[in-house]
């Protein structure tokens, strides 16, 4: 039986449930699986993309899991790849997420990484069309600095709801934050659990045993303990759905936020794209 609505974060015209299946290298059968089981669970939340190589599973999986297209919040991202983000290459891949989703819309949609080769100017507009035609319900950007998304916000006439960027208790992102609240954007974070480094950080697992839950769960807790984030932590394991949705309900206090917000350092960054990767601001 699927659980109620859970906590939502509002940016726009959208209402985003604050915490996702990530499905990042969920691969095959195990892509579709997954994502059937966490729909099935309570999930209210997918996110995938088209480098991520899997949206047909993914479309597999929503319907596998037998759950109405309008209960769930779903996303895709568009990579730059091949120039595919002049205007008319963004609108057909688009298009061909649609189809390998097996839906007529996604409630959101992402650039997946600013790319210099192909002007804003012209990818925004195009990015705000699908907007109009129905195509998606909202419009976002992933891997942005803030001189990427002032860029974006001049040839935008929707509002962009969403950062999706890596975010963790390891990585300073502070500056962008702060930006992203006051320019009325989420940060989206992924990579939640800095690829399995807070399970062997002795501050987590010290706060974790307070709580009795896991490293992993007080993470996604100390992300959503502030209301302009939200998360998308990956898994392929359907055992780890439940923990995943249950770090909603943990609850830290002021002095747990504060040591866990003292771990950021500067070369806490995981992810680093060799062709796209911005200079970031912290």
Known sequence: MRAKTYNIRTAGQANIPVLGLGTWQSTGQDCVDVVSQALKMGYEHIDTAQAYDNEKEVGQGIKQ??????????????????????????????????????????????????????????????????????????????NFNIANIIEAEKYADVPIVVNQVEFHPFIKQKTLQTFLNNHHILLEAYSPLAR???????????????????????????????????????????????????????????????????????????????????????
Request: proline fraction near 6%.
């Open 65 to 142: 899991s037998g759950v109405s297209r309008d209960k769930f919040f779903l996303t895709t991202k568009i990579f730059p790849d091949d120039m595919k983000f002049e205007p008319e290459k963004l609108v057909a891949a688009a298009k061909r997420s649609l189809e390998d989703l097996d839906t007529d819309y996604v409630d959101l949609l992402l650039l997946h990484w600013p790319d210099d080769r192909v002007p804003l100017s012209e990818t925004i507009p195009a990015l705000c069309e699908l907007q109009k035609q129905g195509l998606t319900r909202n419009i976002g950007v992933s």
């Open 196 to 282: 399995g480094d807070v399970f062997d950080n002795d501050i987590m697992k010290e706060i974790a045993d307070k709580h009795n839950v896991t490293p992993a769960q007080i993470s996604l807790a100390w992300i959503l303990s502030d209301k302009h984030r939200i998360a998308i932590p990956k898994t392929s394991n359907p055992d780890h759905l439940q923990g995943n949705l249950d770090a909603i309900k943990v609850q830290l206090s002021a002095d747990d936020i504060k040591k866990i917000d003292s771990l950021a350092r500067a070369d806490g960054r995981k992810i680093k794209h060799p062709d796209y990767s911005p200079e970031w601001d912290d």
